[in-house]
T-cell receptor
């Protein structure tokens, strides 16, 4: 079974530029998560989708971050414009459904450096 | 204060040593996860538990719901165990939201 795919693996941009990350979850997984992991910290949930609907985006900085999952399969996360403090690893995860005991499977992450 | 606290933050051990990493949490949970993250790599789930104890190879995870505490033990540690170990709790409710600790960086020296 293929795992969660993410691209690119690494991205370096200058502040005020825009960037987009892509995630393809495990086939058949209805729930998709985007996390931000700043160096030395644990991951922080940015947004959670159930199919193509948003379940939780309470910690998404909506003035600069946006995410979509239009067809309920793959997803993109965009930052526009980027700030220095956005340097982090962006992790995508998926789970079969929203139920309590469903395990989340993580992708390899995208490491973003903002100069 | 973080809702999930891990200790120690950094741990250096000699190959073969018995290792314990602790996790305390302050919120109501439905399950607790132990995760492993290698440098530059993604996160791999080691255990998901809601009570008692689980064992997988040289890894053992325990949880005490009343004390809101969990431990991850590694027996006969090996350099390939070097990684960041993260405790995450699943908050009660419908969203299946995970709250992560800051991780414990483990280095096992040969």
């Amino acid at each position: 079974e293929a795992g969660v795919a993410q691209s690119p693996r690494y991205k370096i941009i200058e502040k005020r530029q825009s960037v987009a990350f892509w995630c393809n979850p495990i086939s058949g997984h209805a729930t998709l998560y985007w996390y931000q992991q700043i160096l030395g910290q644990g991951p922080k949930l940015l947004i959670q989708f159930q199919n193509n609907g948003v379940v939780d985006d309470s910690q998404l900085p909506k003035d600069r971050f946006s995410a979509e999952r239009l067809k309920g399969v793959d997803s993109t996360l965009k930052i526009q414009p980027a700030k220095l403090e956005d340097s982090a690893v962006y992790l995508c995860a998926s789970s079969l459904r929203l139920a309590t005991y469903n395990e989340q499977f993580f992708g390899p992450g995208t490491r973003l450096t903002v100069l | 204060k973080n809702e999930v606290e891990q200790s120690p933050q950094n741990l250096t051990a000699q190959e073969g040593e018995f290792i314990t990493i602790n996790c305390s949490y302050s919120v109501g949970i439905s399950a607790l996860h132990w995760l492993q993250q290698h440098p530059g790599g993604g996160i791999v789930s080691l255990f998901m538990l809601s009570s008692g104890k689980k064992k997988h190879g040289r890894l053992i995870a325990t949880i005490n719901i009343q004390e809101k505490h969990s431990s991850l033990h590694i027996t006969a540690s090996h350099p390939r165990d070097s990684a960041v170990y993260i405790c995450a709790v699943r908050s009660r409710g419908a969203t299946n939201k995970l709250i992560f600790g800051t991780g414990t960086l483990l280095a096992v020296q040969p």
